[in-house]
């Protein structure tokens, strides 16, 4: 079974418009992430949290706000989506005992239009 | 800053090859150095790790790694590819922190 689950897989949505991505882990792990990937590119880190009611910046974070209400869940918001902001969207989650080892959603898939 | 770099966008090989995806890394400090497969439309799965003792290292579906401290390289390897395994391959470094920072990727395609 998926233990790193997003919603929704796909969604388009008007420019100016507010998207939030969900995700939600059963890991029972500490840390969570939200990435972006451009087609042809890496993933680059948008926002993380290590604990319940925190977040934190990434490496891109302007145009996201992050929401950690609790260790299971993590959504992503985008209050006003633009063109720029078309892309995969990849939740991941690890812990402190594993390593640093990620383990992934199946990413939602976002068009602005 | 630590960077990642693969250097090889695409590679092509036939069934039963051999391959070698290549991975060099810039930074100064201990760190861990790792693997990960994407199949198209799906989100990344870890393969193997490396933070310190025997250089290679042995990770799902017959694939291995070897860290060079010399060449700053983390490459990875498969003796013998199936078709299944065409999928684009990222290397990750992590400063011993939660943070992995991924290299742009290689698209690994197999043909029959």
């Known amino acids: 079974e998926a233990a790193v689950t997003q919603s929704p897989r796909s969604k388009v949505a008007v420019t100016g418009g507010k998207v939030t991505l969900s995700c939600h882990q059963t890991?029972?792990?500490?840390?969570m992430y939200w990435y972006r990937q451009d087609t042809g590119h890496g993933l680059r880190l948008i926002h993380y949290s290590y604990v319940a009611d925190s977040t934190e910046k990434g490496d891109i974070p302007d145009g996201y706000k992050a929401s950690r209400p609790s260790q299971e869940n993590f959504s992503l918001i985008l209050e006003l989506a633009s063109l720029s902001q078309t892309a995969v969207y990849f939740c991941?989650?690890?812990?402190?005992?594993?390593?640093?080892?990620?383990?992934f959603g199946e990413g939602s898939r976002l068009i602005v239009v | 800053t630590q960077t990642v770099s693969q250097s090889d966008a695409h590679v092509t090989v036939f069934e039963g090859d051999s391959v070698e995806l290549r991975c060099n890394y810039s930074y100064g400090g201990s760190i861990y150095l790792s693997w990960y497969i994407q199949h198209h439309g799906h989100g990344l799965q870890f393969l193997l790790k490396?933070?310190?003792?025997?250089?290679v290292v042995q990770g799902v579906n017959g694939f291995e790694a070897e860290f060079s401290k010399s060449d700053s390289s983390f490459h990875l390897r498969k003796a013998s590819v199936h078709w299944s395994d065409s999928a684009v391959y990222f290397c990750?470094?992590?400063?011993?922190?939660?943070?992995?920072?991924f290299g742009s990727g290689t698209q690994l395609t197999v043909m029959p």
């Open positions: 890991n029972n792990h500490d840390y």
């Open positions: 490396y933070y310190s003792g025997n250089p």
């Open positions: 990750a470094v992590s400063p011993g922190s939660w943070q992995l920072i």
């Open positions: 991941a989650s690890s812990d402190t005992n594993s390593g640093n080892t990620l383990y």
